[in-house]
């Protein structure tokens, strides 16, 4: 498409097709567990033939003959709430194959995909039923279609040499074929709960959506390279659905969209899209009332906090009432901010109606990340940015929130948010008039906020966490931190039970008066109020030995010697015997590290190394990427961990390396870590040597233990978790 028909197709919601109003619903509940999953597949695909032109088909887990007959994914709540809003009538068959027969003549046969040697063949299978109506059967499951007497169309057994050339094969003949706006992602590598999330057939089968597993780390450049291929001739802006592969890393998975116009829809655990987005009024637009002026004067002696939970850029967030946290009984007992996907008011219509009906006072509703959709704007093509941020503008409005959480995130470079100051400045002028905007899902009082400029932008300071003293939490911050008036803006776990934590916390304020828990539209009238009024400097947040203490020594010396024995690990893993280095580069929680802290991934031996139990392991030609990424990721957690031990904040990856050299040449040779950087740059022309990787993993052993040895903790040192694990 040319840049400036791509700069005019702006109105995000022309990505997805209308859907016809619902006019009744046939439920049928199998009684099938969620992880027979091969049932499931041909099952959805069905659903999605049938609902392609009238949506009516509506399926349900669990089991209809059990005294709970408890739903899964909530599928009984909206069933529910539609038949009491809507007044569908409902008709009930229960019976999968009755549905199969009932439905028999918009089936052209069925494809066997291959679940024992090319599981990619089933993203294949599943694509070709969108264009073909031929449903994806496992050959466990032939005996359905064999009963109703419909004919195999294909096998896909014994086609492919491996799942990287069934890819290959699809991106040359099927993609052709398929929407060029959308791209569905389905994990293949069972046992793991990636590659059993099947859920979302129905809207990719229904919209002709092409389906793979497209893994975009730097384990796998094959993939990667086809995922680029495969996006230059995608029609941008556009959207991913379901979610990543096993071995890929969220902000991987959706960075390399962004760099080409796709936004991400986390649509695991997302069934019926193909119903809901023709339940309600999609034109239907709704207003959150901004607090009255005489509530935005700051108190100079004020420390302001404002909570958030949201994984509102996920259509099973939506779906799953946030964790079941909007059912507390005690919601509104205090204030705290939702986030809700904007693109609801197309997808979900009638599920935002519910929310915005049952809404309290003390409920805030506020966007999540980043905009229309989950994506990091700062890497989006010039010509499309602007139109993005407009559009999302434009659909935060009608979805009734007034400010947004805008993530801009990089893993290559950066470990926390990118710090971008012509997007920071982009994003403040195109969702202003909004009170502000938020980032950082890992919260830190060093990581950089931007408190000027048309809107606010600031980074949580703090992650509320089920199961910690949070409340304790921010009284010990604004100790540690004089700043006043003070402005923390906190992150509430995405978790069953944050809500109710939180309420249970509330009375520790008393003692506190002047820590007060506003709203978030509240909180950033306070604070534009208080920067008009001078009282607001930089830095933002005064830093002092007790905040460096907690937030950046303490956790750095703590993590040197899981660091120390880490780096032996890898040693070991390096020097083993090929196929049992693969396995274990398989199976180990390596690649978690790329975006966790250690001591959230490998404080338990056994647990490490099993982390991935039964995951694919990278193939002998693979090996040189995946040995080379591991050691590159355990390498710059070590320089990050002896930087924070030192009170030297770390984020930028070239910053980082610099300031590692400067305090670290004279206690660990640096020249392994600078030789691994650099090949970490130039990684897109060559991969290292798999000896000369194996080499640096060695030298890596001695360099955990010179700098566990330096900065490390004492042996009588409680290390609790500070600061706490992120979202």
Known sequence: MPSSARAANADLTRIFPDCKPVKHLLVCQPGWPVDQVDAWIWLRCLQGLVNRDQPQLYLMTGNPRAGDAKAAWHEDHWLDWYQKTDRIPVERLDDPEALLARFRHLVRGYVIYDTEDVLQTQNLAITRCGLDNTLPVAPDQEAFMIRQGLVRADDLRGRFADDWEAAEWAVEHLWPR?????????????????????ELEDYVVANRVLALDLPRSRVFRRSLNLFRRLMETAEAPGVLLNWHCVWDQEKEYVAEAAERGFFSLCSVRSPNMTVHAG??????????????????????GKVYVCFYNSDGDATWAMQNLHSDNWLDPDRGSFPFGWGFLPLMVKLMPGMLQFYQETRLAND???????????????????????????????????????????????????????????AVAREQALLAPGPGLVCGLGGSPYARSNPFGPIPKLHAVHIANVGRDNIGDIIRLSRECPTRPAFYFLFAQIAKGIFHQLDGEMGHLADYPEIEIVSMDRFFLLLQNARERGLVREPFYEKTEALAETWLKAPG??????????????????????????????????????????????????????????????TAGEEPDALFYVAFTVAWGLVRSALEAQGIYANQRDR?????????????????FEALFAAWQNWETRTPPLEQTIAWCQALEQAGRDLADRFGTSADETFTGWPPRTI
């Open 279 to 300: 339940v309600g009024d999609p034109d239907r637009s709704y207003r959150q009332e901004l607090p009255p002026a005489g509530q935005g004067v700051a108190d100079p």
């Open 178 to 198: 398929c929407n060029k706006r959308m791209f569905a992602n389905f994990c293949v590598h069972r046992p793991t709960w990636y590659a059993l999330a099947h």
């Open 557 to 618: 010396r703590n993590r040197l010697p899981l660091y120390e024995k880490l780096t032996g690990e890898l040693a070991r893993t390096a020097k083993a015997a090929p196929a049992e280095r693969r396995r274990r580069l398989g199976e180990a929680g390596w690649t978690q590290l790329v975006s966790a802290e250690i001591e959230h991934v490998a404080r338990d031996r056994d647990l490490f190394l099993n982390m991935f139990a039964g995951r694919t392991p990278p």
């Open 364 to 422: 805030c509703f506020w966007g999540p990340s980043s905009g229309a959709g989950y994506t990091y704007s700062w890497l989006w093509p010039e010509d499309l940015v602007d139109g993005y941020l407009r559009d999302s503008r434009r659909l935060l409005d009608q979805s009734g929130q007034n400010g947004c959480n805008m993530v801009n995130w990089f893993l290559r470079d950066w470990w926390r948010e990118v710090e971008d100051d012509r």
């Open 656 to 672: 980082c390396l610099a300031d590692f050299v400067r305090s670290c040449r004279t206690l660990t040779d640096p020249a392994p």
